[in-house]
């Protein structure tokens, strides 16, 4: 493959190639893997930064309805916008994709948009290191805003926050005043949340759906990352359009917030760390893998322990010190 001419039409912008280069940092293949690190290499030019917006939401929330208009709003607006899915296609149900198709139909054929469907492996670490090569290519390509979009399972949504600029919860009207079974490290996240729906006869339930969790961020411990009144929650409807210019309005103003504040650039500088020691670990642990030795006294060990014969931290440190004399350290 020839990296240096991927690289420029991932740089020029060109669809094909974006989707070329999404398809080599999704593959495990080592040869890839080399390819793929030196395409990131070639695409980490200065100056391109986009929008990086999480979204996550339970199914049937309306994520792919919410991306088809907001997304359209934006590229009416003159930005390019990109969308990624985070969550493999594996566990997703053949509805959704079939869904996707028709509820992003216009999104998808907009010129200024490109959607990158779900990735079909299910390894989470695959999905965080897939999901974060994959932003910045399409910051690299000059998208203006990069969307992506999680089910928020497992820990994925754990992955958006960690790759966002700006994190956005979408949640349906729900009954009465109970949080609906959102887990708490998601609401800690979140940096907007939208009741969606807010149309018809859902109006007045989203409006105290929206109130409840007005209340419970008020309750939570002030973020330093956040502007008087941050997090908030809106009402908004991507059926029928309804609070999605005014969703866009609080985004972009607290990105620019935490640009001035220096709280963006602060954000972005902890998630390259982290993503630096997420290789590092992961690197360590494919190194342990390829090891035949390693690999056959894991084994044995792991036999021990399930049978009471060995302590699980005494194994571990046997295996460890084993690697760290063959590492030569
Ligand atoms: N009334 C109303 N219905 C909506 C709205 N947004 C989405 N829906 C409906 O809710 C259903 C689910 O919408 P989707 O956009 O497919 O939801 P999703 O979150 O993408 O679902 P998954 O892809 O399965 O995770 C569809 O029937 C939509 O038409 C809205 O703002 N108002
Ligand atoms: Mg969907």
Not at 18 to 42: C, K, N
Not at 181 to 203: F, Q, T
Not at 225 to 249: H, I, N, T
Request: hydrophobic share 45%; proline share 3%; with cysteine.
């Amino acid at each position: 493959m020839d990296i240096p001419a991927l690289a420029d039409g991932v740089l020029a912008g060109e669809r094909r190639a974006l989707a070329r280069a999404i398809t080599l940092v999704e593959s495990g293949r080592a040869d890839h893997r080399a390819q793929a690190a030196d395409l990131l290499a070639a695409c980490a030019v200065p100056g391109r930064e986009a929008l990086r917006l999480g979204l996550s939401g339970t199914p049937g929330v309306g994520k792919s309805t919410f991306i088809e208009a907001f997304g359209m709003m934006l590229v009416d607006a003159g930005l390019r916008v990109a969308v990624l899915a985070v969550d493999p296609s594996s566990t997703r149900t053949g509805g959704s994709i079939l869904g996707d198709k028709t509820r992003m139909e216009r999104l998808a054929r907009a010129p200024g948009a490109y959607i990158r469907p779900s990735p079909s492996q299910t390894h989470l670490g695959g999905i965080a290191r897939r999901t974060r090569e994959a932003v910045s290519l399409c910051e690299a390509a000059g998208f203006d805003v990069v969307l992506i979009e999680t089910v928020g399972v497992g820990q994925s949504e754990t992955v958006v926050a960690e790759v966002s600029d700006v994190f956005v919860l979408l949640l349906a009207p729900g009954g009465g005043d109970e949080l609906q079974g959102v887990k708490r490290g998601i609401m800690e996240a979140a940096d907007l949340i939208l009741i969606n729906k807010a149309d018809g006869a859902m109006v007045a339930a989203a409006e105290r759906t929206r109130a409840d969790y007005a209340g419970a961020l008020r309750l939570m411990r002030r973020r330093a990352q956040d502007p008087q009144g941050f997090p908030k929650a809106l009402c908004v409807s991507a059926l029928d359009g309804a609070g999605l210019a005014a969703a866009w309005d609080e985004m972009r103003a607290l990105a620019d917030w935490r640009r001035a504040e220096g709280h963006w650039q602060d954000r972005r500088a902890a998630q390259a760390r982290h993503w630096f020691e997420e290789e590092v670990r992961q690197g360590l642990v494919a190194l342990l893998r390829s090891d035949a030795g390693a690999r056959a006294r894991m084994a044995d060990l792991g036999r021990a322990v399930a049978e009471g014969r060995t302590a699980p931290a005494a194994a571990a440190a046997e295996v460890v010190a084993r690697f760290r004399t063959a590492a030569g350290g």
